[in-house]
């Protein structure tokens, strides 16, 4: 990798960001807001004076730019002398920040970034992964969550998400071993990843518990079909070893807007709802409030 093959977004462009980029030999993209950032390695800022740094602070898509990519900043002569208003980008995610005097290590601050922020998500991922199933867990979750929930705010619509309490494990690991639990959670988990769309998301939240994010309802009755989906499929038995296992399913439900609008109170709600109705193997699921004979958003796979 080297620094011209980066693919480079220049936010807020002007004449001077632009004259530094041209000189290090790079080119960029430019828009003048950081929307794009996912589709960048770099998102490049030139901030000129400690207002223009504390502007930059202030800016509603650094954090999820710098989440996104690595973003660099070009000082000018003023705003390199301000270690403070550095500091508070620092703090929100800004992964380089490079004086106008050092136009020739530009080139080798956007690669060092780059490589830090690959570092980063590596450890991002290993940390919000559920070792025994692959899925993301709670913390992963909470994360998506936040980062929707920032979206529904400038474009409404309404999503759900799903607390599917399970028990089964323990009978399946005194009858067949101790890992056999282990095998019916991951059985678990591609269950229900398979009955949901690729925009759905699924985590690992607890060791008997799973969450499922709707991110986006066709209907307001969606939810309660793709919970009721979701528990016929885990209905079915499972096979361990040779042997057929069942579990037993309770899920709570919490909807946006109308239960909350952070992403830990409706983990919270419907976490509370799964843990205080009866777990059920057969017909139904706990907490539900209708049945409807249409089909879900998500029902094209059956």
């Known amino acids: ?173 005194a009858r067949l071993g101790g890992e056999s639990a282990n095998v019916l959670r991951r059985k678990v988990a591609v269950r229900l990843r398979s009955g949901l769309r690729a925009s759905d998301v699924v985590a690992a939240i607890s060791s008997d518990a799973f969450g499922v994010l709707l991110g986006r309802l066709e209907a307001r009755g969606d939810g309660e079909r793709v919970a009721a989906k979701l528990v016929r499929a885990l209905q079915q038995p499972f096979v361990i070893a040779g042997q057929p296992c069942t579990v037993t399913v309770a899920v709570g439900m919490a909807l946006y807007p109308e239960h909350g609008k952070q992403a830990r109170e409706l983990l919270q709600r419907a976490s509370a709802q799964a843990g205080s109705v009866a777990t059920l193997g057969s017909a139904g699921y706990a907490g539900r409030t209708e049945r409807g004979p249409g089909a879900a958003a998500n029902d094209d796979d059956g």
Do not use: C
Request: hydrophobic residues 55%; negative net charge.
């Open 1 to 173: 990798m080297n620094a011209q093959a980066l693919r480079l977004l220049l936010v807020s462009p002007d004449a001077a960001g632009r004259a530094v980029l041209q000189a290090a030999g790079l080119s960029a993209a430019e828009a003048p807001e950081a929307g794009a950032a996912r589709d960048h390695d770099v998102v490049f800022w030139h901030a000129a004076t400690p207002a223009a740094l504390a502007a930059l602070a202030r800016r509603a898509e650094l954090p999820q730019a710098a989440h996104d990519a690595a973003v660099v900043v070009l000082l000018g002569a003023e705003a390199a002398a301000d270690l403070a208003g550095q500091a508070d980008l620092v703090s929100l995610g800004v992964e380089a920040l490079v004086s106008a005097t050092d136009v020739a290590e530009l080139p080798r601050a956007m690669h060092h970034a780059v490589l830090r922020k690959r570092v980063e998500r590596a450890s991002r991922t290993a940390y919000a992964t559920d070792l025994a199933t692959g899925l993301p867990h709670q913390a992963q979750l909470l994360e998506h969550m936040n980062q929707l929930l920032a979206l529904r705010e400038r474009e409404p619509a309404p999503m759900v998400l799903l607390v599917l309490r399970i028990e089964g494990y323990a009978g399946a690991a």
